[in-house]
């Protein structure tokens, strides 16, 4: 996948998580959704990690202002980008 069609992506999915400030009851949703979505855009073991991470962010109440997905773009592609690259 492209580097910025990743981007992208995790913009939006960054973005639905902000929906269950309006409406909580989307995180029993979309918790479960975000760590599956977080493993298949990012292989390996940070994927798994950071699979982790966006569900546990989006279970919690009030952490959802947490940009996971964008945070792990920005590693992936920004401090790490050598490593990303023999992947893509």
């Given at each position: 996948?492209?580097?910025?069609?990743?981007?992208?992506?995790?913009?939006?999915?960054?973005?639905?998580?902000?929906?269950?400030?309006?409406?909580?009851?989307?995180?029993?949703?979309?918790?479960?959704?975000?760590?599956?979505?977080?493993?298949?855009?990012?292989?390996?073991?940070?994927?798994?990690?950071?699979?982790?991470?966006?569900?546990?962010?989006?279970?919690?109440?009030?952490?959802?202002?947490?940009?996971?997905?964008?945070?792990?773009?920005?590693?992936?592609?920004?401090?790490?980008p050598k490593k990303s690259t023999t992947k893509a």
């Open positions: 996948m492209n580097t910025y069609k990743k981007l992208g992506l995790s913009i939006l999915f960054d973005a639905l998580g902000y929906v269950s400030i309006v409406f909580p009851p989307f995180d029993f949703i979309w918790a479960p959704l975000s760590a599956y979505l977080m493993t298949k855009m990012y292989k390996g073991r940070e994927g798994k990690i950071a699979a982790v991470i966006s569900f546990v962010e989006e279970a919690l109440p009030f952490m959802d202002v947490v940009p996971t997905f964008s945070l792990m773009w920005f590693y992936t592609y920004v401090l790490n």
